[in-house]
């Protein structure tokens, strides 16, 4: 059983920061994919930005410059660092990663930026 918990969620000001991280736990293989979405009030759920055990990297243009995602695959967690936070950025953010032909969820963090 995989689990994923999430952790650095929170209030920030526009042009502010914010960390987030992803603890990943059970049984994974080295091969696999982990990432980050988000789903705003009354939108669809996004991709956010992905990184593979080989530190690959995928971003949407709307947080290119100012996110980065990292991985620790010592310790199966995967992190986003938000720079230059926007009102828009303000979402439930759910880190997710492939493996094995399955996908995993987090529970979820909110991340609002106020204006």
């Known amino acids: 059983q995989v689990q994923l918990v999430e952790s650095g969620g929170g209030?920030?000001?526009?042009?502010?920061?914010?960390?987030?991280?992803?603890?990943?736990?059970?049984?994974?293989?080295?091969?696999?994919?982990?990432?980050?979405h988000r789903q705003a009030r009354g939108k669809q759920r996004?991709?956010?930005a992905t990184i593979s055990n080989l530190a690959t990297t995928t971003y949407v243009d709307s947080v290119k410059g100012r996110f980065t995602i990292s991985r620790d695959?010592?310790?199966n967690t995967v992190y986003l660092q938000m720079n230059?936070?926007?009102p828009e950025d303000t979402?439930?953010?759910?880190?997710?990663?492939?493996?094995?032909?399955?996908?995993?969820?987090?529970?979820?963090?909110?991340?609002?930026?106020s204006s």
């Open 11 to 36: 209030l920030v000001q526009a042009g502010g920061s914010l960390g987030l991280s992803c603890a990943a736990s059970g049984t994974i293989s080295r091969y696999n994919v982990m990432g980050w």
């Open 46 to 48: 996004e991709l956010v």
């Open 73 to 75: 695959n010592a310790k």
């Open 84 to 86: 230059s936070l926007k």
């Open 91 to 113: 979402a439930v953010y759910y880190c997710a990663l492939w493996a094995s032909g399955q996908d995993y969820w987090g529970k979820g963090t909110l991340v609002t930026v």
